[in-house]
């Protein structure tokens, strides 16, 4: 099917295509049929326990998955600014969450 448009989020794989230079396609899986660009020097962070955080102007990003996974993938979140971060949670096609 056609990309999806998501305002201030550049999806990628299958019909969406790849990513600029400087840029990582990132988070495709069975809930999540379209990946999205992040930075290949994004940062990591963890929002459950805080070991890992985002600079000032960024959210951690985290991607909604099936329930008995979902600790996981709390575990291991992606820095993005804070408009980024949000647009993505609420937009992203199979859902995320955005921490800040």
């Given at each position: 099917?056609?990309?999806?448009?998501?305002?201030?989020?550049?999806?990628?794989?299958?019909?969406?295509?790849?990513?600029?230079?400087?840029?990582?396609?990132?988070?495709?899986?069975?809930?999540?049929?379209?990946?999205?660009?992040?930075?290949?020097?994004?940062?990591?962070?963890?929002p459950v326990n805080r070991d890992f955080q985002c600079e000032v102007g960024e959210g951690c990003f985290t991607y909604t998955v099936q329930p008995e996974q979902q600790p996981i993938a709390d575990g291991v979140g992606i820095c993005l600014p804070t408009a980024r971060c949000n647009a993505a949670a609420?937009?992203?096609?199979?859902?995320?969450?955005c921490y800040d």
């Open positions: 099917t056609a990309c999806p448009e998501v305002p201030e989020v550049d999806l990628c794989g299958g019909n969406c295509g790849g990513c600029p230079a400087g840029q990582l396609c990132t988070g495709r899986s069975p809930l999540h049929p379209w990946s999205f660009c992040i930075s290949e020097t994004a940062g990591n962070c963890t609420a937009g992203l096609p199979g859902g995320g969450k």
